[in-house]
């Protein structure tokens, strides 16, 4: 599940705060763990996860493309640098990028002759930690990539929006050689709450990944339908959550995305862009091992209608407003509801 519609991280007190709050000893993770940490993708979900490393008092290198940030990112805690070849030094690299465009460049480079990627660029023993969603294809190119260069690579994608991320209350699906994963994992559980060991194909993670936003997807889908028909019959779209979330169907799905719906509050989350590629990579997947998913054909095509009629800006959970226009229920487009 993902959700960029959160709070702000404030400063790097608040995040030390949160670390001395918790039942975890931060310094006892600190011991565990030995090197150096550098961060890539610092957006809503990568700088509440770099600041919350760098609050506990790990040394954290973040690389930013835009300098106009950098003040923001070093008032979290996070030393920023425009240049990415400073990072080519550190033990770890965490990535936490978009897709899987902005993944091949970071570990390949663009083709510039300036501009190399991880894989040219990182020591021998250098461990990159890929927290991105993006396709096993992809993860199983970069994995080996990192082999040929005398590099370690863990595909260790998350379940969480920001709101969690700032709370270390992040699902880990971790992937990989199983001492890699053992020596990353002090940091895993100073991000998550949990840890999911898959397997040593770091493709698996990846795809285990994009399942459950393509569950999700598919969820919210359905509610969404299902609400439409009780605004159309004038049944009250908050008492049948709440009946629904207190009996058959309470999860953290149909609570966080359901009350968005009913209360209609669509602003920017896990934007519409988002979650269609997320759709598209689990088809594409679904496709190559001969395996007919017709709920997720739905979802996809609900998700383009809500982007060409101009809902891109808005959270997923938009989706009752695409099945709400389809069911006659709004006099205006998505476009005015972003």
């Not at 000893?25 to 809503?44: E, N, P, T």
Request: proline share 4%.
């Amino acid at each position: 599940m993902q959700d960029t519609n959160s709070r702000s991280i404030s400063s790097k007190d608040e995040v030390k705060s949160l670390a001395s709050s918790s039942g975890r000893s931060a310094r006892v993770m600190r011991k565990s763990f030995k090197g150096s940490i550098g961060f890539i993708g610092l957006g809503h979900m990568g700088s509440a996860m770099a600041a919350n490393l760098a609050g506990v008092g790990f040394a954290v290198l973040g690389y930013l493309r835009h300098p106009e940030r950098n003040a923001d990112i070093k008032a979290l805690g996070v030393e920023p640098t425009n240049k990415l070849a400073e990072l080519f030094d550190c033990d770890i690299v965490i990535t936490m990028v978009s897709d899987d465009a902005a993944a091949r460049e970071i570990v390949l480079g663009d083709g510039s002759p300036n501009c190399e990627g991880l894989a040219l660029g990182l020591k021998p023993g250098a461990l990159h930690v890929s927290m991105s969603t993006i396709s096993p294809t992809l993860s199983s190119t970069i994995a080996a990539e990192h082999v040929q260069h005398g590099q370690m690579y863990v595909a260790a994608p998350v379940f969480g929006n920001p709101d969690a991320a700032k709370a270390r209350e992040l699902y880990v699906i971790a992937a990989g050689e199983p001492d890699q994963i053992e020596r990353v994992r002090p940091l895993f559980d100073l991000l998550g709450q949990r840890t999911f060991v898959i397997g040593d194909e770091p493709a698996s993670a990846n795809l285990v990944k994009l399942a459950g936003n393509a569950m999700t997807a598919t969820t919210l889908e359905a509610l969404a339908e299902v609400l439409a028909l009780l605004r159309k019959r004038g049944v009250a779209p908050e008492k049948f959550l709440d009946i629904m979330t207190s009996t058959m169907f309470g999860s953290r799905v149909h609570k966080i995305y359901g009350a968005k719906m009913v209360h209609e509050t669509y602003t920017p989350g896990f934007a519409f862009p988002l979650a269609l590629k997320d759709v598209r990579l689990a088809l594409s997947e679904a496709d190559s091992a001969s395996v007919p998913v017709p709920s997720l054909d739905v979802v996809h095509n609900r998700l383009v209608a809500g982007v060409a009629r101009g809902g891109g800006g808005l959270d997923w959970s938009a989706l009752a407003l695409v099945a709400a226009e389809e069911a006659g229920l709004l006099d205006e487009g998505l476009k005015r509801k972003a």
